[in-house]
């Protein structure tokens, strides 16, 4: 699978440059162990829409047993046929469940960088997250409601607005960042990494870390 970064529109840049340099501790203190863990991908893929540049997220479908009612990006486990996990396998993936999931055709994606992989403890997954650009947007939606209750896409603009972003507290104790965004709260490993790309890229805009939000219990 072909990764470049040729041809991409400027305001993309800083994100590709970060995705060249950035080392896994300036994206999460959460690292994959030596051995074990189920390997996984997830597409960030960013576009341009009526308001600006866009990322894509889509909620989980409550009814699920874990992460039920998140926002996410689209994603999940490698399969065999994907290939190596040291090799094209993430990047094959994170289109293919993105297509699973949402109904995009990977053809209109343009694959720019890989990010450095990641762990989700409570889940077991080690994740790569895969960077895209929707060169040419196609329609998307939920193809599976007893998975996914919708796709939608938020503006960068709404992101980095002081005024939508707040501190997760989930009841362990735990804190991370969050966005008040298209009526959801987007926390977790998905938040995370949307922060430290706005923060690596250059656009993040100082906010309020004070400003907390109790997660739910059954979170």
Known sequence: MTVSADGLPEWLAPVARAADTIQPRQLSRFLPPESGGRQSAVLILFGHGP???????MERAGTLRSHAGQPSFPGGALDPEDGDADGPGPVRAALREAQEETGLDPAGVQVFGVLPRLYIPVSGFVVTPVLGWWRRPSPVGAVDQAETARVFTVPVADLTDPAHRVTSRHPSGHTGPAFLVEN?????????VIDRILHYAGWEIPWDRDKAVPLDWRS
């Open 51 to 57: 308001r600006g540049p866009e990322l894509l997220l």
């Open 184 to 192: 959801a709260l987007v926390w977790g490993f998905t938040a995370g």
